[in-house]
């Protein structure tokens, strides 16, 4: 098992949602964590870096668009200029992307590339070189959306299941430089993502959907991420953490 402590870990979308708690987690353990996202919350800044105050371990905020291939080198010049290295990246940037093939412009569309899979393509390679010089972890957030149908939400199903193959690729070509590249499909989560959900359809998935009857909470995806990051033995796969919801014919 890999030991986080002194060890540098970049986390795109990491001011709110999942990967505000990842990087929290990661604080918590000692990695030192370079986070990302379009602009700084003050008060979250502040919170995380008292948090990797109590451990010895250093935040710090790199401001950019993820899908913008400057801001991933950004990112992890801002960890080798802090730290000197980067050991773990946590691709949890992202957004909606609703709408059926006739409702999407091929703007939306291409966008929804734009935000989820390009954006990935970008952070490997801006931190391939660090990561090669040692081992690490890369892991992209993908959805639970990606294994079964959705309706109304065709870009975003297939970008998150994009990101499954990208992680397998990258795990078979990289893997003897000893980085291991995996996802995690997060099911209903109650994060900011969530915030227009109606109480009837809250009701619904708890009731109708969700076989464990309740939504899952940003911490609980945050521990799955960092056993793949700290399980050594574990590359290319897929982690579903979703209730059951994905699972269930019924």
């Not at 001011?15 to 370079?34: D, P």
């Not at 065709?154 to 992680?167: E, G, H, M, P, R």
Request: proline share 4%; net charge neutral.
């Amino acid at each position: 098992m890999t030991e986080l402590t002194g060890t540098v870990s970049v986390v795109t979308g990491g001011t709110s949602g999942i990967g505000l708690a990842t990087a929290e987690a990661l604080l918590a353990k000692g990695s030192n964590v370079v986070i990302n996202s379009r602009a700084p919350k003050a008060d979250v800044l502040e919170r995380l870096r008292a948090l990797g105050s109590s451990s010895a371990a250093q935040c710090i905020f790199v401001a950019g668009d993820a899908s913008e291939p400057e801001t991933s080198q950004k990112l992890v010049s801002a960890a080798l200029d802090a730290f000197g290295r980067v050991d773990a990246v946590v691709h949890s940037a992202g957004g909606p992307a609703p709408g059926t093939i006739l409702d999407l412009s091929p703007e939306r569309w291409i966008e929804a590339f734009a935000v989820h899979v390009h954006s990935a393509f970008h952070l490997f390679r801006a931190a391939h070189g660090p990561l090669s010089a040692r081992g690490g972890s890369v892991t992209f957030l993908s959805s639970a959306a990606a294994l079964r149908g959705c309706p109304g939400t065709v870009a975003y199903q297939v970008v998150k299941a994009s990101l499954i193959q990208l992680a397998r690729a990258l795990a078979r070509d990289h893997a003897a430089e000893n980085i291991r590249v995996n996802c995690v499909a997060p099911g209903i989560i109650r994060t900011p993502f969530h915030d227009a959900m109606s109480e009837a359809a809250k009701e619904n998935n708890l009731r109708n959907r969700i076989p464990l009857g309740r939504e899952g909470r940003p911490e609980q995806v945050a521990s799955l991420i960092l056993q793949l990051i700290e399980n050594e033995f574990i590359t290319g796969e897929t982690f579903t953490i979703d209730g059951g919801m994905s699972m269930r014919m019924v």
